[in-house]
């Protein structure tokens, strides 16, 4: 199973930036596909999940502000991010879990300037 992000970069405060994540290889059924974020010396923290059924969760500070959805046909994930601020920099990570087994992508940097 490979994971691939796309869509980080270098962005003013009060700017948006979509990412996306794609799902390729040996993937069945996609039970739920997410976001999550490291901040340098941060752990690493849950930003959004979506279900296969389509049910959203987000973690309190981007409610609001960023949108996920996904693409089940293709399995393909999107955040989109809205009215950045600089605590929203970070490394994004898509994880896809996938009959109790969860894949990771490499991470894309997004980076919010003041």
């Known amino acids: 199973v490979h994971v691939v992000e796309s869509g980080g970069g270098l962005v003013q405060a009060g700017g948006s930036l979509r990412l996306s994540c794609a799902a390729s290889?040996?993937?069945?059924?996609?039970?739920?596909m997410g976001w999550y974020r490291q901040a340098p010396g941060e752990q690493r923290e849950l930003v959004a999940v979506i279900l296969s059924g389509g049910s959203t969760t987000y973690a309190d500070s981007v409610k609001d502000r960023f949108t996920i959805s996904r693409d089940n046909a293709k399995n393909t994930v999107f955040l989109q991010m809205n009215s950045l601020k600089p605590e929203d920099t970070a490394v994004y990570y898509c994880?896809?879990?996938?009959?109790?087994?969860?894949?990771w992508g490499q991470g894309t940097q997004v980076t919010v300037s003041s």
């Open positions: 994880r896809v879990t996938s009959w109790g087994n969860n894949y």
């Open positions: 290889g040996n993937i069945f059924s996609i039970n739920a």
